[in-house]
């Protein structure tokens, strides 16, 4: 079964700073890889999806990329804001009409 | 994208009661719709697929006479927790494909039902 790991699991980071969320994952066989971030107590915002295909997306900030050979994607999130604090799911698709396979998130706080 | 709701978003209920919540994809037609569960500070982990018209299928280790699944519509997916028990509080939150219609190949996530049970 695909197993999906998150690291790390917390992170702290004062206003502006540029930071990397990992992602990595035991199954290459993916049909796409999804972003997304969740607010406490709310459910999920969709931020990236990467088709098989691709190696990267972009919007705005963030920038997420693939590398299925080392089975790893991480998020970009440049000049970070108060406002991108938050948990970020990593979620992968085995194959088009199937479940996701979630992480346990990256729980993200960023400082004034 | 495509919308999704969840209804209600909040119920508090009584041990031994049943409660239904409702996932319905509200501009595209939903072939398949996933129910997931997240307990605190967890990821989403998935109870059961349902296809429209047929039986859901569960994963292992959720009991489907506890938690009854009904797609009766290409629009609406019911999720009932039987006999609610404290361990059953959590947050459920619904997904819809809509398998190349408006929904595109992506899934859709309703914004989730936070379930308390007392």
């Known amino acids: 079964k695909q197993e999906v790991t998150q690291i790390p699991a917390a992170l702290s980071v004062p206003e502006g700073e540029n930071l990397v969320l990992n992602c990595s994952f035991t199954d290459s066989a993916i049909y796409n890889l999804q972003w997304f971030r969740q607010d406490p107590g709310k459910g999920l915002t969709s931020l990236l999806l990467?088709?098989?295909?691709?190696r990267e997306q972009t919007s705005g900030r963030l920038n997420a990329s693939l590398d299925k050979s080392s089975g790893r994607s991480t998020l970009y999130i440049a000049a970070s804001q108060p406002g991108d604090s938050a948990t970020y799911l990593c979620a992968l698709n085995p194959n088009s009409g199937y479940a996701l396979n979630f992480g346990k998130g990256t729980s993200l706080l960023v400082t004034p | 994208g495509a919308v999704v709701s969840q209804h209600p978003s909040r119920v508090i209920c009584k041990s031994g009661t049943s409660v239904k919540i409702e996932c319905r994809s509200l501009?595209?037609?939903?072939?398949?719709m996933f129910w997931y569960r997240q307990f605190p500070k967890q990821s989403l982990m998935l109870m059961a697929t349902?296809?429209?018209?047929?039986?859901?299928?569960?994963e292992q280790g959720v009991e489907k006479d506890k938690f009854l699944i009904n797609h009766a519509s290409l629009t609406l997916s019911t999720l009932t927790v039987t006999s609610a028990h404290p361990e059953d509080s959590s947050f459920y939150i619904c997904?819809?494909?809509?398998?190349?219609?408006?929904?595109?190949?992506?899934?859709?996530f309703g914004p989730g039902t936070r379930l308390t049970v007392t």
């Open positions: 997904s819809a494909y809509g398998g190349g219609s408006k929904g595109s190949y992506e899934q859709y």
């Open positions: 349902s296809n429209e018209g047929s039986k859901a299928t569960y």
């Open positions: 501009d595209f037609q939903a072939t398949t």
């Open positions: 990467i088709q098989s295909s691709q």
